[in-house]
């Protein structure tokens, strides 16, 4: 089928799913979007997409459905609820779930999908709101021939890395909790380096120069400290995003007796950042626990410190 005869529905307009459904404009599908906000749909369709109400209503005569929402509960609601997604989809679409899970429900999604008729594609994504609008996300897919046949024109304009990782839908969701347990445990060390830095009287901007260049450097250290030395928090990725990955990577390891104390010292961090109240803040805002518990001093967004 070609790109301009194929219709897309992106269900969940966030950070995200915004960026992914303009990419797919710019590819030159039709692209129906869907969210809780009627803002981001009303902001969507000035972009030149169209809107809908419901997921029912979205993915009516759509090939792909993409579903972009932050868990796997609200995969279930959308697909299995209250004008839910899945009776209303035409018989050998694909649903795309973007959504970070356990594997272990994402086989379980799957099956009642596929036995509805449907196809079902594991693709957790990766690299944030940014490149998602740009269309260069890594996307960790999983999923039948078939199912990757009638998705991929529109994942290859959503991707810039696009990883087939199987035929059974469960591993992209495996893999995709291996980068977040590091993206974890990376951001929980930056937080922590920053800090103690901060505390040791350092300047902590010629920290982040030096250290950038250094063997210390991780992607989430470059990527997330401007945050703390520019006192913003706004969120691109939330405190609490970490809270249900991180505590999903706990339940596979227990599963599996399989030992991740440095996950699991992660996860702590980012709870006592959640339980401060900073849960929606950007997950950089662990820096600050580590502030108020130590007295080390961080700027403001007015560039002070505080």
């Excluded at 996307?139 to 991929?152: E, H, M, Q, T």
Aim: aromatic share 6%.
């Amino acid at each position: 089928m070609a790109v301009s005869a194929q219709r897309i529905a992106v269900i969940g307009l966030g950070s995200m799913g915004f960026g992914m459904a303009t990419s797919l404009l710019r590819a030159g599908f039709v692209v129906t979007g869907c969210d809780v906000s009627a803002d981001s749909v009303a902001r969507f369709k000035a972009g030149g997409g169209q809107g809908a109400t419901t997921s029912a209503e979205a993915v009516r005569d759509a090939d792909v459905v993409i579903s972009v929402v932050v868990n796997a509960a609200q995969t279930e609601a959308i697909l299995f609820g209250q004008n839910g997604a899945l009776e209303a989809m035409a018989p050998g679409a694909v649903f795309v779930s973007a959504a970070t899970m356990d594997p272990e429900i994402a086989k379980r999604l799957a099956a009642r999908v596929e036995a509805s008729g449907r196809l079902y594609l594991d693709a957790p994504i990766s690299g944030g709101a940014q490149r998602a609008a740009q269309g260069e996300l890594t996307i960790l897919a999983s999923g039948s021939p078939a199912a990757f046949a009638k998705a991929r024109p529109a994942l290859d304009a959503m991707a810039a890395k696009l990883y087939e990782l199987g035929d059974a839908p469960g591993q992209g969701s495996a893999f995709k909790m291996i980068n977040q347990l590091l993206a974890g445990v990376h951001i929980a060390a930056a937080s922590e380096a920053i800090s103690f830095a901060a505390k040791q009287g350092l300047d902590i901007r010629k920290v982040y120069e030096v250290i950038t260049a250094s063997a210390g450097n991780s992607w989430m250290f470059e990527n997330r400290v401007p945050h703390v030395l520019d006192g913003d928090y706004t969120p691109r990725s939330a405190v609490d995003i970490f809270v249900k990955d991180l505590g999903i990577v706990q339940d596979m390891a227990r599963n599996a007796k399989f030992p991740v104390p440095m996950s699991a010292a992660a996860l702590q961090m980012f709870l006592m950042a959640s339980a401060a109240g900073m849960g929606r803040d950007d997950d950089i805002a662990v820096a600050k626990i580590y502030a108020q518990v130590t007295g080390a001093r961080l700027p403001d967004s007015k560039g002070g410190a505080k």
